[in-house]
């Protein structure tokens, strides 16, 4: 059973830092692509950065300058430094993974973690 668990979120004031991360554990085969999302009150779910399977990162330009998404992949971990912070930053945060399960075939999924709360108070 695969597994994204997201850790990090918090309440900070505006102009503070927060570093989220989101670890992937179970029967994984390689990693693809790697994803944080979030999702403010009243909002739809946005895609704030990307690491796609062809490299290099992709930013929504709300986040551009301020946030940073990193991976390890020997932790099979994906990270959102989130620096400048401003109330409107206020969001569930959700990481999100194109991954390969373990074993043969070679079976593609999409997965999400449970979301982690960012609060930022003005």
């Known amino acids: 059973q695969v597994q994204l668990v997201e850790s990090g979120g918090g309440l900070v004031q505006a102009g503070g830092s927060l570093r989220l991360s989101c670890a992937a554990s179970?029967?994984?085969?390689?990693?693809?692509?790697m994803a944080w999302y979030r999702q403010g009150p009243g909002k739809q779910r946005e895609l704030l950065a990307n690491?796609?399977?062809?490299?290099?990162?992709n930013y929504a330009d709300s986040v551009k300058g301020r946030f940073t998404i990193s991976r390890d992949n020997a932790k099979k971990t994906v990270y959102l430094q989130m620096n400048s912070l401003k109330p409107e930053d206020t969001a569930v945060y959700y990481c999100?993974?194109?991954?390969?399960?373990?074993?043969?075939?070679?079976?593609?999924?999409?997965?999400w973690g449970q979301g982690t709360q960012v609060t930022v108070s003005s």
């Open positions: 690491m796609p399977t062809r490299g290099g990162t």
């Open positions: 179970g029967d994984i085969g390689n990693i693809n692509a």
């Open positions: 999100n993974a194109d991954l390969n399960l373990g074993g043969w075939p070679i079976i593609r999924r999409e997965f």
